[in-house]
């Protein structure tokens, strides 16, 4: 609307025009807070349903909210409260960054949270309902501190034994690398990975920053983003890594 975002989903034929049969005249407009609302990933099911995951703000909290669709763009009613799900703020600035669907149908969905002068990263898993699923950390959601500043996600992985990969920046008061953290299919932290499940990785001089992994079919693991230089500009950085990091 005139003074704050909304969700927006458009899908579009296979000549790039607006697929008619789909919401109205192809876009679907969704508004769920008070204030902005932002849409960060898009899921498909198996069964053509549509999920579209992002952030809704309500007076001074975000938090991570997820939508369900039929396959024609009409809302999921069995999904969250009329196809939508909005988590639980914790009276706190929520900033979802990428999601994933489970093999087994639960949705995953990673970001970072402002927790007083620092960041720290934040999963929560839905049920194919909408709802937290209470077998993944506390009550659906896991809070990590890596960093002893600011501590981002950005990128989200699974692995074929269901451990979740996730890859974003930790910064201390002079530097920000790299950073992988594994987690078992519960939430917990793999301490089998790096230190205590977390991997970091100096590339430039100062300042690195991944958004993105993805697991290789041989195991080993990509991580993407950028780096910044000895000359101030950003050189775009990959990184592979081994499956089982020590």
């Known amino acids: ?59 001074p909290y975000s938090s991570f909210a997820n939508l369900r669709y039929n396959a024609d763009g009409s809302p999921d009613k069995s999904f969250g409260n009329n196809g939508i799900s909005v988590l639980p703020a914790y009276n706190m600035m929520n900033f979802p960054t990428a999601s994933v669907l489970q093999p087994d149908g639960k949705i995953l969905s990673i970001g970072y949270g402002v927790m007083n002068s620092g960041r720290d990263i934040i999963l929560w898993r839905c049920n194919n309902n909408g709802t937290p699923d209470l077998s993944f950390g506390t009550d659906g959601r896991v809070v990590k501190d890596i960093g002893t500043f600011s501590d981002k996600a950005y990128g989200v992985a699974l692995q074929k034994d269901g451990k979740i990969l996730v890859a ?31 991997v970091k990785t100096p590339i430039g001089s100062s300042f690195d920053y991944a958004r993105c992994v993805a697991v290789l079919s041989d195991g080993k693991i990509v991580a993407a983003g950028y780096s910044k230089n000895e000359l101030g500009t950003m050189d775009f950085a990959v990184v592979r890594y081994l499956g089982q990091l020590k």
């Open 1 to 59: 609307d005139s003074l704050n975002t909304d969700f927006v989903l458009a899908r579009y034929n296979s000549n790039g025009t607006f697929d008619q049969n789909f919401g109205r005249n192809g876009v679907i407009f969704a508004s769920l807070g008070i204030s902005d609302d932002t849409a960060t990933s898009v899921l498909i099911q198996p069964d053509g349903k549509i999920i579209v995951a992002g952030i809704t703000a309500n007076g």
């Open 168 to 198: 974003g920046s930790s910064a201390n008061e002079s530097f920000i690398d790299f950073t992988l953290t594994r987690f078992n299919a519960d939430g917990v932290p793999d301490i089998s990975f790096g230190k205590a499940g977390v």
